[in-house]
Nanobody, 124 residues
């Protein structure tokens, strides 16, 4: 059974950094497309970053150059390194995975497995 558990969220000031982790179990994460998504109150869930089975990555325009997605194949852990955080980055961050994948994607509908999320709050 696929299980995803996020951690690493918290409260930071604008300009700060955080690293989110997503521990995957029940499958080998390197054989799945993985992604990070976020959802602010009253807003739809949006894609942040994705990584495919070849290590290819994709980022939303709003985080490109500030966030980095990576996968530790040994530990089966997905990471999201976030730098230069802005108040508009505030939201609940979710990791997701799916075995039906051709290339990195940040489309919500492309993922079937989801974690419970971790909260990130950026103050100005």
């Amino acid at each position: 059974q696929v299980h995803l558990v996020e951690s690493g969220g918290g409260s930071v000031q604008a300009g700060g950094s955080l690293r989110l982790s997503c521990a995957a179990s029940g499958y080998t994460a390197s054989t799945y497309c993985m992604g990070w998504f976020r959802q602010a109150p009253g807003m739809e869930r949006e894609g942040v970053a994705g990584i495919d089975t070849n290590g290819g990555t994709r980022y939303s325009e709003s985080v490109k150059g500030r966030f980095t997605i990576s996968l530790d194949n040994v530990k089966n852990v997905l990471y999201l390194e976030m730098m230069g955080l802005k108040p508009e980055d505030t939201g609940r961050y979710y990791c997701a995975g799916d075995e039906l994948c051709e290339e990195a994607t940040v489309v919500v509908g492309d993922f079937g497995y989801w974690g419970q999320g971790t909260q990130v709050t950026v103050s100005s």
